[in-house]
């Protein structure tokens, strides 16, 4: 196996990070607050609620997911039992719900999800998935217990989409600068949010054109660094 080295942005923030191929969970230093810190960075979804641009900082990134890594039968099987709240994960929801109150989960990166996989599974998912995000907008008591309490299949379905699925390939874009960044182009699942003169331009316009068919009219008119 092979080192590999990325740069990678977590709200602004640069991180070195060193993995291993095949992906396994790496330490990554933050130059900013000093900390070396443990990651894992195959893109499921959760991981739009802290990215950013690494150029000018900006969130919430715009997300195209053009092809899953979770198989067609697992997401069938997590698409049928969305919505039912299983003891199993009750750890995993009280973390969910913390995340929500405390402002971590963000609303506005889940809305900028555009799902081109295809799949009439995630479809589902992604279509109860706002209509949870749109009824929390309203919600004006988001303590962890009033959500537990109120929201048992909502915050179930959240969290099997946020966590339990994996981004093959796909694209993300800066509103603000219009910089893209692909997921999956050098390794699958793996977001490269890299500076401009640290990127590929022949491989990176070549894995445009691969998915020129579902590329969107701003990055193929005005995309940066590149354009197909």
């Known amino acids: 196996m092979s080192a590999v080295l990325r740069l990678f942005s977590l709200k ?26 443990l990651f894992s960075i195959n893109l499921k979804p959760w991981l739009l609620n802290i990215l950013a641009c690494p150029i000018d900082k900006h969130h919430p990134l715009e997300a195209y997911f053009y092809k899953w890594e979770t198989s067609a039968e697992e997401l069938d099987k997590i698409n049928s039992e969305a919505g039912k709240p299983n003891q199993f994960f009750t750890k995993q929801y009280k973390h969910l719900v913390k995340q929500i109150s405390d402002g971590t989960i963000s609303p506005a990166s889940i809305k900028a999800i555009k799902d081109q996989t295809d799949s009439v599974h995630s479809l589902d998912l992604i279509i109860d998935v706002f209509k949870f995000i749109d009824r929390l ?57 890299m500076p401009d003169d640290l990127r590929d331009e022949e491989k990176d316009k070549a894995w445009l054109r691969k998915w020129i068919a579902k590329i969107p009219p701003s990055v193929k008119d005005e995309g940066k660094p590149f354009k197909p």
């Not at 602004?12 to 810190?37: R, S």
């Not at 962890?144 to 109120?150: G, H, I, M, P």
């Not at 959240?158 to 999956?184: A, F, K, M």
């Open 137 to 193: 907008s309203f919600e004006e008591d988001k303590s962890e217990s009033n959500l537990l309490d109120k929201y048992p299949e909502g915050i179930d379905v959240l969290y099997r989409y946020l966590n339990l699925l994996e981004v093959e390939e796909g694209l993300l874009r800066c509103s603000v600068c219009g910089r893209w960044y692909p997921i999956g182009s050098s390794v699958e699942t793996i977001p490269e949010l």
């Open 12 to 37: 602004g923030d640069w991180f070195q990070l060193g993995f291993w191929y095949p992906p396994l969970p790496f330490l990554g230093y933050c130059f900013l607050c000093g900390e070396v810190q």
